[in-house]
């Protein structure tokens, strides 16, 4: 069992930015891929970023890359997301998820647990 619980979401004018963790406890968090998922309201939760155990490996919605960043800290147990630039549509929940598959991190499906959600609104 692993319980993830994100941090980090709030208020924040359009160009701004904000930095979302999410700690992780119990089975071994290098163990799991890692994603962010998000979810504005009335639709699916779409993928916006994932990174590999160790780490090395990222990935990115076309929506975000070059403007979010994930990394990870496996001696603390906690993946990031910086987010800079930061635009009226990236208002939603975002969630983390952690993965024991070996691909296609942007499926929901993938993900073995969640976390409760940080809201994340951006104010034009």
């Known amino acids: 069992q692993v319980h993830l619980v994100e941090s980090g979401g709030g208020l924040v004018q359009a160009g701004g930015s904000l930095r979302l963790s999410c700690a992780a406890s119990?089975?071994?968090?290098?163990?799991?891929?890692m994603g962010w998922f998000r979810q504005a309201p009335g639709k699916d939760r779409k993928f916006v970023t994932a990174?590999?155990?160790?780490?090395?490996?990222?990935y990115y919605a076309d929506s975000v890359k070059g403007r979010f960043t994930i990394s990870r800290d496996n001696a603390k147990n906690t993946v990031y997301l910086q987010m800079n630039s930061l635009k009226p549509e990236d208002t939603a929940v975002y969630f983390c998820?952690?993965?024991?598959?070996?691909?296609?991190?942007?499926?929901?499906?993938?993900?073995?647990?969640w976390g409760q959600g940080t809201q994340v609104t951006v104010s034009s």
């Open positions: 998820g952690a993965s024991s598959s070996v691909s296609g991190y942007e499926g929901v499906h993938r993900y073995d647990y």
């Open positions: 119990g089975r071994a968090f290098s163990s799991y891929a």
């Open positions: 990174i590999s155990r160790s780490g090395v490996n990222t």
